[in-house]
């Protein structure tokens, strides 16, 4: 079971973002994306997710063509990302900023949430305590009622992945999940990701911090002006040619 980009492509004008792009991402690993800053890392993400038209080529999950569905309908089927621009609402508390994720799972009618109704109290009650457990999974319980724009960089990254989580998805992609974390911060990561691919999630993660990809990728894919140099177990991979070159060659060495 896996997510693949077939052939995917993405044209800007005279900026080719992505050409020809061949992944797979596995359910049970972790499946790294690295390159240069502007390689097109981030586009893949916004295609996958519907965010973004596609040019040319399929996606596929796990043999579904989602190549133009709604982003809606991509959440639906079991894809959640998290933004390399954080996207959080600042003003709202973080178990708020946690809850909107349970969206997906919503099963109660708008009249029974509207009136409190048993179900629809019974519901709330669950998937609040979800978002607890979420909370004490990333050691954030202490913030809950903090609103998520007064926290610090790394912090409202763990509230994105928080919310991703809360809908329970089958594949997670993560745009740069790690970046203004101290190394405890991402350490504590690390391992909460591998459990999260041990429980049988599929998980891409795009990372600039090579030493954190190495240690918890099994492949990585290395793109270069939107195009796939290499990929590979992380040792074979970083060790190619193409792609010494292209990280000596530009401004992220
Ligand atoms: N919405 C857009 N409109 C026009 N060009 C875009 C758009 N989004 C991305 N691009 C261009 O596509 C290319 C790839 O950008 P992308 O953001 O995917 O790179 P990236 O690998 O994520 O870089 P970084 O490491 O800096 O985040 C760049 O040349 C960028 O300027
Ligand atoms: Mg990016």
Known sequence: ????LV???KRFGGVTASADVNMTVPRGTITGLIGPNGAGKTTIINMITGMMDVSGGQILLEDRDITRAAPDD?????LARTFQNIRILPENSVLDNILIGFHRHEHCSTLSALFGLPASRQETQ?????ARSLLTQFGMSAYADYPAGGLS??????VEMMRALASEPDYMLLDEPIAGMNDVESDILAELFQHLAEAGKGILLIEHNIRFVSKLCEKIYVLDGGRLIAEGPPAQALRDPAVIAAYIGGSDA
Do not use: P
């Open 1 to 4: 079971m896996a997510l693949k």
């Open 7 to 9: 052939n995917l492509s």
């Open 74 to 78: 991509i959440c639906r089927a079991g």
């Open 126 to 130: 669950a998937i609040r305590d979800k």
């Open 153 to 158: 960089y790394g912090h409202q990254r763990k």
